[in-house]
């Protein structure tokens, strides 16, 4: 009953909103020509010019945009927008606006009747009832169903903020040492906001294949600067998706010692280690899932059997 009243509510509320909001606007337009006419995007169209993604939004669709206003934009901490707009930032600026759209013409009764909905870069938002009709994560629907030639704008009025890799990571569940390893080593903060990043991530099970006693020697204080090189290994700068990862016969790391990539029975093997699970997306960057840890030949020891850039002195699961 409380999920039927929210949808009445926000249909009521909003309907006159988006017509107002429609005035000088028509279905002849597309999404980017219409949220221009009415004067109140003139934030998220410079963002998605910035991000390159003004074609994709042009395109036939159809798709749904949930539109943060130019007030929205607003509420950002001062800088964030300014940060978002500066090339070297365009990776995470996709994430954020990839993370407003839904493929799909979905409109505010069918919006109501979903707790969540799969984005264009792969998270989902959540949706619920809130006291102004409907809530997109955090934001507020504040005008609704406002039709364009290639799908449906919903205007709201804060900016959804997908999750970093950090948060991608422990939702996942499986990462738990992984997500241990990073706060001993100090490099939390930067996984969190720092990148973009291409992340390959051993599993739990990943690393118990390590032989006994070495997870609990790397975490130990004194040897933190052997552990942020085993981590930094698996870390790449910049977004790498499968497809790319593919064309490639090496990586470089945060590291400096570049990973291995080539072909393998199961798909992709990088440094010994099999790829599981791809293109997992976060804010700041992408993860890729791995089955065993993978040590950089300059922390290894004095082993000398390695022809892969890792070394058998820690163990890598192989």
Request: proline share 5%; with cysteine; aromatic share 4%.
């Amino acid at each position: 009953m409380n999920r039927i009243n929210s949808i009445i509510a926000f249909v009521a509320v909003n309907i006159a909103a988006a017509f107002a909001l429609l005035a000088p606007a028509s279905a002849e337009m597309d999404i980017v020509e219409t949220a221009a006419s009415t004067g109140s995007f003139d934030t998220l169209i410079a963002a998605a010019q910035a991000a390159g993604l003004v074609d994709a939004l042009k395109a036939d669709g159809p798709i749904t945009v949930f539109a943060p206003n130019d007030e929205a934009f607003g509420k950002l901490p001062e800088g964030t927008v300014d940060a978002l707009l500066k090339p070297e930032n365009v990776s995470k600026l996709q994430a954020v606006l990839k993370y407003h759209v839904v493929a799909g013409a979905v409109m505010s009764t069918d919006a109501a009747g979903l707790d969540s909905a799969p984005t264009l870069l792969g998270q989902d938002i959540s949706i619920s009832p809130s006291g102004s009709g409907l809530a997109i994560d955090s934001a507020n629907v504040i005008a609704a169903d406002i039709e364009a030639s290639n799908g449906i704008i919903h205007v709201i009025d804060g900016v959804l903020m997908p999750r970093d890799l950090v948060a991608v990571a422990t939702e996942a569940g499986s990462f738990k040492t992984l997500a241990a390893a990073a706060q001993a080593a100090g490099l939390i903060d930067t996984l969190k906001s720092g990148g973009p990043f291409t992340i390959f991530a051993p599993t739990d099970e990943a690393f118990a294949k390590l032989p006994a006693g070495t997870i609990d020697e790397l975490l130990k204080p004194q040897n933190r600067e052997q552990l942020t090189a085993i981590l930094t290994y698996h870390v790449v700068p910049g977004v790498y998706n499968a497809a790319d990862v593919i064309g490639l016969s090496e990586a470089p790391t945060v590291n400096g010692t570049p990973l291995r990539i080539s072909a393998s029975s199961s798909g992709v093997e990088v440094s010994g280690s099999n790829v599981i699970a791809t293109d997992i997306q976060a804010f700041n960057g992408v993860i890729h899932v791995i089955d065993s840890v993978m040590i950089p030949q300059s922390t290894a020891g004095n082993s000398d059997n390695a022809s892969d850039g890792t070394q058998s002195g820690w163990g890598c699961g192989h």
